[in-house]
């Protein structure tokens, strides 16, 4: 990340793509439109992530999604040094970011700390989301406010 | 637990291990070497090859029964279990499932086995080069998390915050494995001793794990087999009883994006009770523990939720003096584990598991009756087991 770059990641790393039966299709069309969206029962009201076809607190099958704010606390985070995938051979250390959103009951997103991947972000830390737009698809990053 | 529990109703009579390579450095096949260990598992039992009829083995091992059986040139075998899901967090589950096979009456002996040879298919920690994904790991992949690794330290990192603990306590872990190995000519790491200087200088993979924090990647087999406790007292090894086995994951423990609700936990926390409660124990009673540690980190973690301390005793407990056989008040990992023995997801703790209770481990603890085994971490499911000598 030492050079200015459209993406926090270089390029090569997979794509996401919604699963084959739709399940979460609604999500990453949100993403594309820059909006955020947590799936949420519409008969208990209960949030989950990532989506599923039943709702885990009442088994109910309807669901449907819910625009949240894009703010977060900063959960947990690594920085991660060991290149897993080929496309990571060139880069320094990157940090993975799990954020807590507090308007969807906690539910959890990962995602990238935006930033000098060197600094030591605090926990529980307040973030907002990022939409970095790829050809394929767009991804949420997140940044300290 | 009343009378459906297989506490003691069978036995380990017999342990079997190739030799330990470095990854991609055994000389004969992954097939070859699962035959090897479930020989010498044998002639340690003292049965016939032709008596065992029965197998069971985790984390998709490649090595199926019926090739077994067929190559072994069995009459015929009668159990062939693979505990679902979990990588080596289904060792533990294995020798649960060949005891239920054995105390259900389905077969006699059953071996529970793990053969490796990851170099000649794949490595875990290492990502598969697709272009697009979907599915659970749309949500991970794409910013980079991929392996273990790092969502195992995801989930370390949140509880050494949560509870104050620092690099020391993954340091004592890291150190107890090479301090066991250099005791156990087994071992991948046997001559080869490690210092607290060395361990801070090595490189990270993913903070806070440093390299030597992280397993071995081996190529080996290792081999057990199990059968009734009547019949394993007739033969030639002292029998190492089954007390007690759990397998499974708490609520929504496989959520998609690092959602489990009980995020800073190993996933022991539904089984640990059940497990003390079949072995009609507690975790004072327990002389020494084998944990797998696929990451030093995930240790801490597993000794609380199989209550050995709590969470703000962490810093007090994980020791290297307490950790270290014979005197230690919690000797840990006594042939090396998976950091300095070898990885073989696991299985070998299982094997050190009875060795202690043989009396004949390399690192023995003096009058160590009762040994227990955690399989996983974090991984769904996970498995304890708990052993008597």
Redesign the interface.
Same mark, same amino acid.
């Given at each position: 990340m030492a050079e200015k770059s459209l993406y926090y990641?270089p390029e090569g790393?997979?794509?996401?793509?919604?699963?084959?039966d739709g399940m979460?299709a609604g999500f990453?069309e949100a993403l594309r439109r820059h909006e955020l969206v947590v799936q949420r029962c519409n008969r208990c009201k209960t949030f989950?992530?990532?989506p599923e076809w039943i709702c885990?607190k009442c088994q109910g099958g309807d669901l449907g999604w819910h625009r949240v704010s894009g703010r977060g606390r900063l959960?947990?985070?690594?920085?991660?040094?060991?290149p897993?995938?080929?496309a990571?051979k060139q880069a320094g250390?990157?940090i993975?970011a799990?954020v807590e959103l507090p308007d969807a009951d906690n539910?959890?997103?990962?995602?990238?700390l935006l930033g000098d991947p060197m600094h030591d972000a605090p926990?529980d830390a307040e973030v907002e989301a990022v939409f970095e737009d790829h050809p394929?698809?767009t991804?949420v990053q997140w940044k300290l406010v | 637990m009343g009378e459906y529990s297989i506490k003691d109703k069978v036995a380990v009579c017999g342990l079997g291990e190739t030799k330990y390579y470095k990854r991609g450095q055994a000389p004969v096949s992954e097939f070859q070497l699962a035959c090897e260990a479930i020989l010498k598992a044998v002639e340690d039992a003292g049965i016939k090859v032709t008596d065992l009829d029965g197998f069971a083995s985790y984390s998709n091992d490649r090595n199926d029964a019926a090739r077994l059986a067929t190559a072994l040139g069995l009459p015929h075998y009668a159990w062939a279990s693979m505990v679902w899901g979990g990588g080596g967090g289904g060792g533990s589950g294995a020798v649960a499932q060949a005891a239920a096979a054995v105390a259900a009456g389905y077969a006699k002996y059953v071996v529970v086995f793990r053969a490796l040879a990851q170099g000649q298919f794949g490595r875990f920690?290492?990502?598969a080069?697709?272009?697009?994904?979907?599915?659970? /790991? @749309?949500?991970?992949?794409?910013?980079?998390?991929?392996?273990p690794?790092?969502w195992v330290?995801?989930?370390v990192?949140?509880f050494m915050?949560e509870h104050r603990v620092t690099q020391d306590a993954l340091a004592a872990v890291v150190l107890a494995d090479y301090h066991h190995a250099q005791l156990n000519p087994r071992a991948v790491m046997y001559g080869r001793p490690l210092t607290r200087e060395q361990y801070d200088r090595s490189?990270?993979?993913?903070?806070?794990f440093h390299l030597y924090d992280c397993c071995m990647e081996n190529d080996g087999a290792a081999a057990l087999i199990l059968t009734s406790s009547e019949r394993a007292r007739d033969l030639k090894q002292k029998p190492v009883y089954v007390m007690a086995a759990a397998q499974g994951a708490p609520h929504?423990a496989a959520? /998609? @994006?690092?959602?489990s609700p009980d995020?800073?936990s190993s996933h022991f926390r539904t089984l640990a009770p059940r497990l003390y409660q079949m072995a009609e124990i507690g975790p004072k009673d327990v002389d020494v523990v084998q944990i797998y540690e696929h990451f030093s980190g995930a240790v801490p973690i597993s000794l609380v939720e199989h209550g050995f301390c709590e969470p703000d005793g962490v810093m007090e407990l994980c020791r290297l003096e307490n950790f270290i056989a014979p005197n230690g008040k919690l000797p840990l990992n006594t042939s090396g584990g998976n950091i300095a023995e070898c990885y073989m997801h696991g299985l070998e703790l299982v094997n050190e598991a009875v060795r202690q209770c043989r009396g004949t481990s390399t690192a023995q603890v003096p009058d160590a009756k009762i040994a227990l085994v955690a399989s996983g971490p974090m991984v769904s499911p996970v498995s304890d087991l708990i052993v008597r000598g």
């Open positions: 990641l790393l997979p794509a996401p793509k919604a699963q084959r979460d990453w989950q992530f990532g885990h959960y947990t985070w690594v920085r991660s040094w060991n897993v995938h080929p990571l250390p990157f993975i799990v539910v959890r997103m990962v995602g990238n926990f394929e698809a991804l | 920690g290492q990502a080069p697709v272009d697009t994904v979907s599915g659970p /790991a @749309a949500y991970a992949w794409p910013y980079g998390l991929f392996v690794a790092q330290a995801l989930r990192r949140r915050h490189r990270w993979i993913v903070e806070p929504r959520a /998609a @994006a690092e959602n995020y800073a």
